[in-house]
T-cell receptor, first 117, second 111 residues
Framework: DTGVSQDPRHKITKRGQNVTFRCDPI?????LYWYRQTLGQGPEFLTY????????KSRLLSDRFSAERPKGSFSTLEIQRTEQGDSAMYLC???????????????FGPGTRLLVL | GNSVTQMEGPVTLSEEAFLTINCTYT??????LFWYVQYPGEGLQLLLK?????DKGSNKGFEATYRKETTSFHLEKGSVQVSDSAVYFC??????????FGPGTRLSVLP
């Protein structure tokens, strides 16, 4: 049973550096989501892909953030010129199309914990 | 807008105690309601869900009933185990919108 995987699991970087995270969804899932989770809070939606198309972006996703899903399979989330406020857990989730988004079950990866010094 | 409120943790119980974690929501229309659980070092896992009023979601001994009149979706379990220690998130999802999660409630079950 291969669930959602994320790489790396942990990343420490210096302020101003660029970082890139990867998410591999469950293979037949065509919907992919990115979330950010800070300590003591629930996940907050960042962006959503249906296949390779990025259909929604949260206002939380500043210009320094970019996400791609070039072939409709894995996805990357890049943060440019990192700031200390970017320190958080970045979660990826995927779901199978065919159900309404209101009722779908999203399967989450273990997350990438980012610390910006 | 949509929002979810959960009881603050941490909640500490002895094994075999009864568990209730309160969740109330604010939303327009008829959202679906979910409970997700996050074990240490792992991602969130769906625990149960309900998609319409008066539905009861259940899984692994946990239950929650969608109460539209009180806008609540309280999580209950009759007898908790040490292995239930985790963070529990209540969440809602409305038509055309994305997940809104509560802040989470940490549960610790002592042997």
């Amino acid at each position: 049973d291969t669930g959602v995987s994320q790489d790396p699991r942990h990343k420490i970087t210096k302020r101003g550096q660029n970082v890139t995270f990867r998410c591999d969804p469950i293979s037949e899932h065509n919907r992919l989501y990115w979330y950010r989770q800070t300590l003591g809070q629930g996940p907050e939606f960042l962006t959503y892909f249906q296949n390779e198309a990025q259909l929604e972006k949260s206002r939380l996703l500043s210009d320094r953030f970019s996400a791609e899903r070039p072939k409709g399979s894995f996805s990357t989330l890049e943060i440019q010129r990192t700031e200390q406020g970017d320190s958080a857990m970045y979660l990826c989730a995927s779901s199978l199309g065919g159900t309404t988004r209101r009722e779908e079950t999203q399967y989450f990866g273990p997350g990438t914990r980012l610390l910006v010094l | 807008g949509n929002s979810v409120t959960q009881m603050e943790g941490p909640v500490t119980l002895s094994e075999e105690a009864f568990l209730t974690i309160n969740c109330t929501y604010t939303a327009t229309g008829y959202p679906s309601l979910f409970w997700y659980v996050q074990y240490p070092g792992e991602g969130l896992q769906l625990l149960l869900k309900a998609t319409k009023a008066d539905d009861k979601g259940s899984n692994k001994g946990f239950e929650a009933t969608y109460r539209k009149e009180t806008t609540s979706f309280h999580l209950e379990k009759g007898s908790v185990q040490v292995s239930d220690s985790a963070v529990y998130f209540c969440a809602l999802k409305n038509y055309g919108q994305n997940f809104v999660f509560g802040p989470g409630t940490r549960l610790s079950v002592l042997p």
